[in-house]
């Protein structure tokens, strides 16, 4: 959401490759030759950047518990070589949202935090939320805390019967959306439906690094209108997961 305000300003685009960005290699470098040129900010909202690094996975371990751990976490990932060819293989990895959140903070001037409650979280109903003081080390890639009601006012926005994505958001969503397969978007999870789209995003974090320790969300908006999102201070089993997911989408379309 945050970087389509970008897009609508006419700051970026989501074909813009992060190396083309003045001034931004040296906030986050150095990077070794080649590897962020094919990395465009569209690639890494969908998770197809090819960077497979992520120290993340195993609970911030590797990182420093501080708001520094993003830089640091973006410089081992692109100091690497990338893991595959950009724009080829979907992998879910939490730097490309460090990216992107140093990103936003680079061509907005301000903070990551202080951009998004004022241009994306405030306007769509969302004025409490904030990058918790337990987790602010995580900070883009699932620092914020946020109430159920808020996240859901926030969540209206991938409906197509609201004002609060711009055509250029949903375009983008919808670029990647095939029937019966969920691929990754606008930070969230699509699947082409007879009936329209569906969207949902779950997501859950372990660590001794963080406080609380664990914690999850799971947010869906289905073709028919309906919404929900669940929060919860326990990180789920993926067979939970999935059991969730079925029995909430079984009551919306009941």
């Known amino acids: 959401m945050c970087v389509t305000s970008l897009v609508d300003k006419g700051k970026l685009t989501f074909n813009t490759p992060i190396a083309a960005l003045p001034g931004f290699q040296k906030k986050t470098g150095p990077w ?119 996240y859901a006012n926030f969540a209206r926005a991938f409906d197509r019967r609201s004002t609060l994505l711009s055509p250029a958001g949903h375009q983008f969503i919808d670029a990647f959306a095939v029937p019966g397969r969920a691929t990754a978007a606008l930070g969230v999870y699509v699947v082409r439906t007879p009936g329209g789209r569906n969207v949902f995003h779950h997501g859950d974090w372990r660590s001794v690094s963080t ?27 993926d067979d939970a997961r999935r059991s969730l997911d079925n029995s909430l989408r079984q009551a919306a379309y009941a």
């Open 211 to 237: 406080r609380p320790r664990e914690f999850s969300a799971f947010f869906a908006l289905w073709d028919n209108g309906v919404s929900v999102v669940v929060t919860y201070d326990k990180r789920l089993t």
């Open 32 to 150: 070794p030759r080649g590897s962020a040129s094919s990395i465009t900010v569209g690639r890494l909202l969908r998770h197809t950047s090819g960077i497979t690094f992520d120290p993340t996975q195993y609970g911030m371990s590797l990182l420093p518990k501080t708001s520094t751990a993003e830089r640091v976490l973006i410089r081992r990932a692109l100091s690497r070589p990338l893991g595959a060819t950009p724009g080829t293989k979907e992998v879910y990895n939490n730097v490309n949202y460090a990216i992107l959140g140093a990103l936003i903070a680079h061509v907005s001037g301000e903070s990551y935090e202080k951009y998004c409650r004022r241009e994306v979280l405030v306007p769509r109903g969302a004025p409490t939320a904030r990058i918790g003081p337990g987790t602010r080390a995580m900070g883009a890639f699932g620092g914020w805390e946020i109430s159920a009601a808020e």
